[in-house]
């Protein structure tokens, strides 16, 4: 299969704490930007791949991230990142080039209320959420610096925001596309958000709530075996069940033998992307 976008959770390192937060691989330290480097190359090599999404933990707090992020553009990738927000308007952690070398600028956004935030996990260690003034400024800084920039929302739908009414966001800052994700259960034994888990029907009634008129909202149930993760070791995991498995490290084999190993759900693949 050709044309794929492969997501390099660059780091596990976060300044917020999600409860329902699945990137907790195995605490080991991030590799090198010389490192990324070579799994950018071989992922190039393997002519599968057109598209990389940078995403973490927090991306901007990968030291080497606009180094990393130009050295992938020159490689000819169509790039993308997802972040919390709570650092893009900071100029030294998110200069200006970093805005023009994304096609797409994904943010996680769960609610507006900062008790529910808070709650969640979804702030810094001062409790300091990201403001709806704050996307509004970081999403005019993006367009400002590239105005062909496309912007996405992520709402994680859990037990503490199945309730919010969000809708209404898009009138206020352009949104290419919105995902709605219900919650995946995560449980490594050592993190679990099994207490936070919803069900089909109260998902259902979320997405009713909060339904766009004018413009791409997406539910999604699952992205297992569909989303392909490649965590802050250079490891191609296997996101089946509520945890996940190692299939292969890119800086030891090609990214074509080890994709091969990888029992990947083409047809849920493409319904997402569609
Ligand atoms: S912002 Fe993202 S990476 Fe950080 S804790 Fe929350 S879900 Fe995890």
Same mark, same amino acid.
């Given at each position: 299969?050709?044309?794929?976008?492969?997501?390099?959770?660059?780091?596990?390192?976060?300044?917020? #704490?999600?409860?329902?937060?699945?990137?907790?691989?195995?605490?080991?330290?991030?590799?090198?930007?010389?490192?990324?480097?070579?799994?950018?190359?071989?992922?190039?090599? !393997?002519?599968?791949?057109?598209?990389?999404?940078?995403?973490?933990?927090? +991306?901007?707090?990968?030291?080497?991230?606009?180094?990393?992020?130009?050295?992938?553009?020159?490689?000819?990738?169509?790039?993308?990142?997802? !972040?919390?927000?709570?650092?893009?308007?900071?100029?030294?952690?998110? +200069?200006?080039?970093?805005?023009?070398?994304?096609?797409?600028?994904?943010?996680?956004?769960?609610?507006?209320?900062?008790?529910?935030?808070?709650?969640?996990?979804?702030?810094?260690?001062?409790? #300091?959420?990201?403001?709806?003034?704050?996307?509004? %400024?970081?999403?005019?800084? %993006?367009?400002?610096?590239? +105005?062909?920039?496309?912007?996405?929302?992520?709402?994680?739908?859990?037990?503490?925001?199945?309730?919010?009414?969000?809708?209404?966001?898009?009138?206020?800052?352009?949104?290419?596309?919105?995902?709605?994700?219900?919650? #995946? +259960?995560?449980?490594?034994?050592?993190?679990?958000?099994?207490?936070?888990?919803?069900?089909?029907?109260?998902?259902?009634?979320?997405?009713?709530?909060?339904?766009?008129?004018?413009?791409?909202?997406?539910?999604?149930?699952?992205?297992?075996? !569909?989303?392909?993760?490649?965590?802050?070791?250079?490891?191609?995991?296997?996101?089946?069940?509520?945890?996940?498995?190692?299939?292969?490290?890119?800086?030891?084999?090609?990214?074509?033998?080890?994709?091969?190993?990888?029992?990947?759900?083409?047809?849920?693949?493409? !319904?997402?992307?569609?």
């Amino acid at each position: 299969m050709n044309g794929l976008k492969v997501n390099l959770h660059i780091t596990e390192r976060c300044n917020y #704490k999600c409860k329902y937060c699945f990137a907790h691989f195995d605490g080991q330290r991030d590799l090198s930007l010389e490192q990324w480097k070579k799994i950018i190359d071989n992922v190039k090599l !393997s002519g599968m791949v057109s598209a990389i999404n940078f995403a973490g933990g927090e +991306p901007m707090l990968y030291k080497n991230f606009s180094n990393l992020l130009s050295y992938a553009k020159s490689s000819g990738f169509e790039l993308s990142l997802i !972040s919390n927000g709570s650092l893009l308007l900071n100029e030294k952690i998110a +200069p200006d080039e970093m805005f023009a070398d994304l096609s797409m600028l994904g943010i996680s956004i769960d609610s507006f209320d900062e008790k529910i935030l808070i709650a969640l996990g979804c702030c810094d260690g001062s409790h #300091k959420t990201l403001s709806e003034e704050k996307l509004i %400024a970081v999403v005019n800084r %993006a367009e400002k610096i590239n +105005p062909s920039i496309k912007i996405k929302i992520n709402t994680v739908v859990s037990r503490l925001n199945v309730g919010e009414k969000l809708i209404g966001l898009e009138r206020k800052i352009s949104i290419d596309r919105w995902k709605f994700l219900k919650i #995946k +259960p995560f449980d490594n034994k050592i993190f679990s958000n099994k207490n936070l888990l919803i069900g089909n029907e109260e998902f259902s009634e979320f997405l009713e709530r909060n339904r766009r008129n004018d413009g791409d909202s997406i539910p999604e149930q699952t992205t297992e075996r !569909s989303y392909i993760i490649i965590d802050n070791r250079g490891n191609l995991l296997d996101n089946f069940g509520d945890s996940y498995e190692i299939v292969g490290n890119l800086l030891e084999e090609s990214f074509g033998a080890v994709f091969g190993r990888y029992n990947f759900d083409s047809e849920l693949y493409q !319904s997402r992307y569609a």
